[in-house]
C-alpha cells in the first residue's frame, strides 16, 4: 500500500513541474503589458522601467521561470504587483470562503437532486416525473447571473430578507455570514441540482429493474424501504462520484456567482489578477489550483483501493 | 402564514439594522483600490479612500479653487519658491506631530522612490527646505503653475514619516486624515474608524467608513436599495430614469473633470499613413459627422455633457469659443471632398464596457452617412492600451479621469513626447504655447495661452472631445449634506445621517 502511495506522489511530481511551466509561458501570451497597466494613467518612463527590472519582466522567460520557481520551492509566491499583499496570504485568505461556499451549494443540489430524481424514477412516466424533468432542465439552462440577479431584487430589494451581496467571515458573525451564503449557494446549487437528479434518476431506474429489487419486492417488504434501503444504497455509486466531481468544479469555476454577488473568493481573485495582469497572483493561484487537484486525485485513488479490496491484488 | 412571513422579515430589518451599526457609512465602489500609498497608487477609487484617510496640503472647492487644508495658507516667495505655512497642532493616526520636517520626508520620498507615481507631478520640484517647524519652502527648478493643484492630490498627501520606514505602509497607511485605517480584506472592503484627534473632528459625524467595490453596477445599485450601501458611485446611466423616480434614493451627479473623446493616430507608426491621420480635414469631417447631444441623450441618460474641448465647464480655463460643434453632415461630405477622398475606411478601438460599446455603434452609424465605414473592435482594456502605445490602432476611444490643473487635461495629450499622447500628435508651436503655459502663474496670461492652443487643436483635431465624464453618485434617502465635487472624490466633512 505504502509501495503504491509513494509510487503515485512520485508521478506527481512532474505533473506539478508541467503544470508550473505552462502556467508561466501561457500567462506571457496574455496581451497587453503588466507594467502600462499597473502604472495606470501615469506613464513616467523612469518608473516604467523600473517596475519592467523590478519586476525581471526584460528577462528572458526561462530566466524569469527559473526565478520564480526557485522562490516558490521556498514556500514564497511572490506578492501581489497591484496591492502588495503576499500571494500565499491572498489564496489562503479567499480559499476558505470559496470552500464555504462550494459546500452550501453542494448540500443544497444534494438537497434537491436526489430525492427529486428518486421520486421521478419510481414515478417514471406520470406527471410527477415530467415536472422534474421540467424543473431540472430549467436548472441547467437558467444562466447563474440572471438567476443571481434577479434573487437579489427579489429577495434583498424587494423583501429586504437577506443581503443583497457581500461576504462576512464567520468568526465575525456566523448568522450574517449564513444569511449572505443562502442565496449565491442557492443559484449555484440549483445549477447542479439538475444533473444531479438526472443522473439519480437514471441510476434508480437501472437499479429498479434489477433481480433483487423484484425479490425484495417479492418477500412483501414495504415499498419505501425497497426504494431507500435496497434501491438507492445501490444507486448512489455514480452519484457520489459525480458529486465529488462537481464540488472540484465548484471550487474554480464560482466565477460568476461570486462576482455578482460580490464574495471575495478564489474565482473573483484570478479574474481580477487576470484583468489587472497581475501575474504573480495569476501563477500562484493557479499553481494552487493544479497541486489542489492532483492531491484530490491522489485521495481519490487511495481511497478507491481502500474501499475496494479487488483492486489492492489486481496491481 | 403570511404573518409569519411579516415576522420573519421584520427580524431580518432588524438584525440588519442592528448589525450595520447607525453610525456606519457604507460606500459601494466601482472596484477594488489598490496598493493604500498614494505615492504608488494608481487607481481613481484609491484616490476617493484617500480623500477620507490622508489630508493633502491643500484642497479643492467644487468650482475648482484652492483651499486651506493641511497648509493654511502659501505664498509664491519669488516664481521659484512656495512657501507654505502648515496647521499648528495637527497629528498623525499614530500620534506623530504634523510638521515641517514631515512634509519634507513625504515630498522627497515622493520624488526619489523608485517606484513612485508621483515623480512626474513634482518634476518641477528641486529641493524642498524647512523654514521653522510649520514652514516649508519648495524650492524649483523652473516656474510651475501646476505645483498647487498638484499638491491638493496624491503627491500632497502627508503620510507619518515614522510609518513609511515600514515595509508594508502601503497595506496599513498613516496619515492624518479625518478616518484612520482599521482593516482591509481585498476584494471584500476596507474599514476605517473615526481619528478622535482630528483638527476638524467635529464637522465628520461617521464612526466607520466602510468602502465595498461592488464592481457590476446593477449589484451595486441593488444593494444600495436594500439598504446594505449608503452611498454608491458611477450609477450606470441606463438607470438614471428609476433611480430618479425611487423617492428612497437621492441622485447626486456632478460634471466631472474628465472627459471623453476619440483619440486619432496621426503620427504613431504605419497605421497613421491613412487619409484621416494625415489630412485635417477627414479628421474635421469626422469631427461634424458626430452628434454629441445624440450620445448625451440615448446613452448617457442626459448626464453626458456634450464637450469640445479639454477643460471642464466648472474650469476658468473653458472658454465657450470651443464649445462642442453642432453635427453638420452637408458639412462633412464637403470636407471630405475637398480632402479629394470619397470614403474613409478605419477601426474603431474600445475597452469593453457596455457604455463604450453603445457610444461606438452610434458613432458607426452617424459617421456613416458623411462617408465614413468604421469597423468596431471592442478591446480588453490592458490590451489596448499597450496597442495604443505600439500605434496599433486608427482610432480609440479614450477617456480621462481629469486634473483639476488645465494642464493635466492636455499637456500629456498632445504634447510631441506627451506621456499619454498615444496618436503621437506633433506640432511645435503647440507644445511652444503648452510649455509656456505651465509656467506662467497668472490665470489671464495663462488663459490666453491656452485659447491660442486650443484654436490650433481645434483645426488639427488629433483628439475629437465627446462628453464631459460625469461622476453620478446615488444616496440613499437619510444621507444627508452630501454634495459632489467635479473631482469625483467623496468627501466626508459635513455629511451625516437624518435621525
Known amino acids: 500500500m505504502l509501495r503504491y502511495i509513494a509510487k503515485r506522489i512520485l508521478i506527481a511530481i512532474p505533473t506539478i513541474l508541467i503544470v508550473s511551466v505552462l502556467v508561466f509561458t501561457l500567462q506571457q501570451l496574455l496581451p497587453g503589458d503588466p507594467v502600462l497597466t499597473l502604472a495606470g494613467e501615469e506613464r513616467d518612463p523612469q518608473v516604467l522601467a523600473f517596475l519592467r527590472e523590478k519586476y525581471r519582466l526584460d528577462d528572458p522567460i526561462p530566466v524569469q521561470y527559473f526565478a520564480w520557481f526557485s522562490q516558490v520551492l521556498q514556500g514564497n509566491l511572490g506578492i501581489s504587483l497591484r496591492t502588495d499583499i503576499p500571494v500565499l496570504h491572498l489564496i489562503l485568505s479567499k480559499l476558505p470562503v470559496t470552500i464555504e461556499l462550494a459546500i452550501f451549494a453542494m448540500v443544497i443540489a444534494l438537497a434537491i437532486g436526489i430525492p427529486a430524481g428518486v421520486i421521478a424514477a419510481v414515478r417514471k412516466g406520470t406527471s410527477v416525473d415530467y415536472a422534474a424533468n421540467v424543473i431540472a432542465l430549467s436548472g441547467l439552462s437558467i444562466p447563474n447571473f440572471w438567476l443571481g440577479i434577479l434573487l437579489i431584487m427579489l429577495v434583498s430589494v424587494r423583501w429586504k430578507l437577506l443581503p443583497a451581496s457581500g461576504f462576512v467571515p464567520p468568526s465575525e458573525d456566523l448568522w450574517l455570514n449564513i444569511k449572505t451564503m443562502l442565496m449565491p449557494a442557492f443559484v449555484l446549487g440549483t445549477g447542479l441540482s439538475a444533473s444531479l ?99 484530490m486525485n491522489l485521495l481519490a485513488d487511495v481511497l478507491y483501493v481502500l474501499a475496494n479490496p479487488r483492486l489492492r491484488h489486481a496491481r | 402564514m403570511k404573518k409569519a412571513l411579516s415576522i420573519l422579515a421584520a427580524a431580518a430589518t432588524l438584525a440588519l439594522t442592528t448589525t450595520a451599526s447607525a453610525q456606519t457609512l457604507r460606500i459601494g465602489l466601482n472596484e477594488d483600490p489598490d496598493v493604500l500609498d498614494p505615492h504608488r497608487a494608481r487607481t481613481f477609487v484609491g484616490r476617493i479612500v484617500f480623500t477620507s484617510l490622508c489630508d493633502k496640503l491643500v484642497d479643492i472647492t467644487p468650482d475648482l479653487k484652492f483651499v486651506p487644508q493641511l497648509a493654511t495658507e502659501w505664498t509664491w516667495t519669488d516664481p521659484k519658491t512656495l512657501t507654505f505655512k502648515l496647521r499648528p497642532g495637527v497629528k498623525f493616526h499614530d500620534g506623530e506631530p504634523l510638521n515641517a520636517a514631515a512634509v519634507k520626508a513625504n515630498l522627497d520620498r515622493a520624488r526619489t522612490l523608485p517606484d513612485s507615481l508621483r515623480k512626474s507631478e513634482l518634476g518641477s520640484v528641486e529641493s524642498v527646505e524647512t523654514v521653522d517647524d510649520l514652514t516649508v519652502a519648495v524650492k524649483l527648478s523652473r516656474p510651475d503653475a501646476t505645483l ?54 467635529k464637522n465628520y459625524s461617521f464612526e466607520r467608513v466602510v468602502f465595498q467595490p461592488v464592481p457590476d453596477t446593477t449589484v451595486r445599485l441593488a444593494n444600495l436599495k436594500a439598504g446594505n450601501l449608503d452611498l454608491l458611485e458611477r450609477l450606470a446611466p441606463s438607470d438614471v430614469a428609476a433611480v430618479k423616480a425611487d423617492s428612497s434614493l437621492t441622485f447626486a451627479p456632478v460634471s466631472g473633470i474628465g472627459y471623453q473623446g476619440l483619440t486619432i493616430n496621426t503620427n504613431n507608426g504605419e497605421r497613421s499613413k491613412t487619409p484621416l491621420g494625415q489630412d485635417k480635414r477627414v479628421r474635421q469631417a469626422l469631427e461634424y459627422a458626430i452628434d454629441r447631444d445624440v450620445i448625451n441623450e440615448v446613452v448617457g441618460a442626459g448626464i453626458f455633457p456634450p464637450a469640445g474641448q479639454p477643460f471642464p465647464e466648472a474650469s476658468p480655463y473653458n472658454d465657450k469659443k470651443f464649445a ?11 470636407l471630405l471632398k475637398e480632402a479629394g477622398v470619397d470614403r474613409v475606411k478605419f477601426d474603431l478601438t474600445f475597452g469593453t464596457s457596455t457604455t463604450t460599446q453603445q457610444i461606438a455603434e452610434i458613432i458607426q452609424a452617424m459617421a456613416a452617412e458623411a462617408g465614413f465605414d468604421i469597423s468596431l473592435r471592442p478591446t480588453e482594456f490592458a490590451a489596448m492600451q499597450k496597442e495604443a502605445q505600439a500605434g496599433n490602432f486608427d482610432v480609440n476611444v479614450i477617456g480621462w479621469s481629469g486634473r483639476v490643473d488645465p494642464d493635466g487635461n492636455i499637456h500629456p495629450f498632445v504634447t510631441c513626447k506627451g506621456g499619454l499622447n498615444d496618436g503621437r500628435y506633433c506640432n511645435q508651436e503647440l507644445d511652444r504655447l503648452l510649455n509656456e503655459a505651465r509656467i506662467t502663474n497668472d490665470e489671464a496670461k495663462r488663459k490666453e495661452l491656452y485659447d491660442a492652443a486650443q484654436t490650433i487643436l481645434q483645426d488639427e483635431v488629433p483628439i475629437i472631445y465627446t462628453y464631459y465624464q460625469p461622476w453620478p453618485f446615488v444616496l440613499a434617502k437619510k444621507v444627508q449634506g452630501f454634495k459632489p465635487y467635479p473631482d469625483g472624490m467623496i468627501r466626508l466633512k459635513g455629511v451625516s445621517f437624518s435621525s
Open chain 1, 197 to 295: 437528479m438526472r443522473h439519480t434518476r437514471s441510476a434508480m431506474l437501472g437499479v429498479l429493474r434489477s433481480d433483487y429489487i423484484r425479490t425484495a419486492k417479492a418477500k412483501g417488504l414495504l415499498s419505501h424501504v425497497v426504494i431507500m434501503k435496497h434501491a438507492l444504497r445501490n444507486a448512489l455509486v455514480p452519484i457520489i462520484t459525480l458529486s465529488t466531481l462537481l464540488f472540484g468544479e465548484l471550487l474554480a469555476g464560482a466565477v460568476l456567482t461570486e462576482q455578482i454577488f460580490t464574495i471575495p473568493g478564489f474565482g473573483k481573485l484570478i479574474v481580477d489578477a487576470v484583468f489587472n495582469r497581475d501575474y504573480a497572483v495569476v501563477q500562484g493561484v493557479v499553481l494552487c489550483t493544479a497541486v489542489g487537484f492532483i492531491a
Open chain 2, 324 to 334: 462642442a460643434k453642432k453635427r453638420d453632415v452637408e458639412k462633412a461630405k464637403k
Open chain 2, 148 to 201: 498647487l493643484s498638484q499638491l491638493s492630490d496624491r503627491a500632497g498627501m502627508i503620510m507619518s514619516p515614522k510609518a513609511l520606514a515600514s515595509a508594508d505602509f502601503g497595506q496599513k497607511p498613516i496619515c492624518s486624515g479625518p478616518y484612520r485605517f482599521v482593516e482591509r480584506v481585498q476584494n471584500d472592503r476596507i474599514v476605517l474608524e473615526r481619528f478622535k484627534d482630528y483638527w476638524d473632528a
